[in-house]
């Protein structure tokens, strides 16, 4: 693209480099902000650089956070005993949003992936390992997506804490509430199938 | 959605007031940018506040330009007798990109919309009027979309220039170089049809 300005040029670059936001988008980004008032601009601006500057990550569950210690793990309500391990903040916020976990989590920061170069020791796993060797934890419950690289977190991470008493569990996968049976796919209905679980319970829910 | 965080919600609602972004595309970037170095977002705000501070446009043509007269205006090469009206600066890359005009352009600004409430008011109209009563224009091509929006902005300009001696004309329309006749729309086709051309100039072109 040939710009007639280098200052437009430069800022379509700089929002180009966002994941999955091509020139084309970021031209139309930058034409909107210019068609606005200078405050948007201004304010976006701001509002980033101090994101990007002043947030902190939660001493306890590294979850982000804007103090110390998270809203979640200074609420005393909540059971410290019960750890849900997640990938990231997103994970914490679609299962606080069902209302139905009244644990502390912890959050990895990612998943081990060789192909993107993140290993155990980019995650935050030494501090997990610790938690559970302290004995403030009964149960980790894993909560990562059942890719692969989630698959190979959580077995890294089960092979640490084996030799401690300490129960492990796993999020139930199966056929999503609402769902048609012949439109699931087939390791999807073979895991709900293998791991059925009494009729009783089911009607509890 | 429940954030843990007042610096993050704040990021993520002035990311999401840009158009086509959602909450959740909104935090992804944040997010993206929170994994990056520092520098990243430094350069990403700044960018995006020096473009909205400090972007002229030109005094000529009204296309976004860091000079007084914008480098297609300086250019004695092109021609200032052709002008070609466009709504934004896209449309000036996208035919700078062909290769195929000489001639200067117009920066209208936007179209005509009352829905949007923009009217002649709002764009750069006057100024084009102007320069054709100046008689330095001896064509006028019309290239904004074939739209409402844009069939009323040319009427509008033709009606208040069609007194002045001076050559109109509108760019092409017809089925696009490649595309197949089974798949056009009617409209596009039948266009094609009623202003067909001599078959000696297309294969001259």
Known sequence: MDFSSKLL???????????????????????????????????LSEALLQVRNDVKTCKKCHNISDTILCAICQNPKRNPEIVCVVEDIRDVMAIESTAQFKGLYHVLGGKISPIEGIGPQNLQIDSLINKVESGEVKELIFALSSTMEGDTTNFYIYKQIEKFDITTSTIARGIAV????????????????????????SIRG
Chains 1, 2 share one sequence.
């Open 178 to 201: 609402g769902d048609e049976l012949e439109y699931a796919d087939e390791v999807t209905l073979g895991r709900s199938i293998v791991n059925r679980i009494p009729f009783e319970q």
């Open 9 to 43: 040029e430069n800022a379509v670059n700089e929002v180009s480099r966002l994941p999955g936001i091509g020139k084309r988008t970021a031209l139309r980004l930058v034409l909107h902000l210019l068609k606005q008032p200078t405050d948007h601009t201004k304010y």
